[in-house]
């Protein structure tokens, strides 16, 4: 997650990773808030709040996975992890679309 075209896989990742991944595909459309993280690692504990969109009158669709332990990270996630990691140690939201992190929103204390 340095920035290279290498393929970043599930199963490489943290726990807490892999956890963010699996909230995000299940909200499909929505926010995570409150979500702190730790060391530049997302801590679920204690569990973000999840504000779910839902389209009325539209044919809902499948955000997961067929193997959730195995697939290929997509580069907005590995994006997402990266600046996690820039972060260090804060309280975040993310916006999600189509079960992929769209924007990030870091709470920051200003330091003056």
């Known amino acids: 997650m340095n920035g290279t ?3 970043v896989h ?3 990742l943290d726990q807490g990773s892999r956890r963010l991944i699996a909230l995000m595909q299940r909200i ?3 926010r995570i808030e409150s979500l702190r993280v730790l060391d530049g690692q997302p801590a679920l504990d204690p569990p973000p709040r999840v504000i779910r969109e839902v389209k ?4 809902r669709t499948s ?3 067929d193997s959730p332990a195995g697939f290929t ?3 907005a996630m590995v994006d997402l992890l990266a600046e996690l990691t820039v972060v260090g140690s804060a309280t ?3 916006e999600v679309r189509h079960g992929l992190p769209a924007r990030l929103i870091v709470e920051e204390v ?3």
């Open 110 to 112: 200003a330091r003056g």
């Open 73 to 75: 990270v997509k580069r």
């Open 28 to 30: 499909g459309f929505g």
């Open 10 to 12: 599930t199963s490489s």
């Open 56 to 59: 009325l009158g539209a044919e």
């Open 63 to 65: 955000q997961g996975h």
């Open 92 to 94: 975040v939201a993310i």
């Open 5 to 7: 075209t290498a393929q």
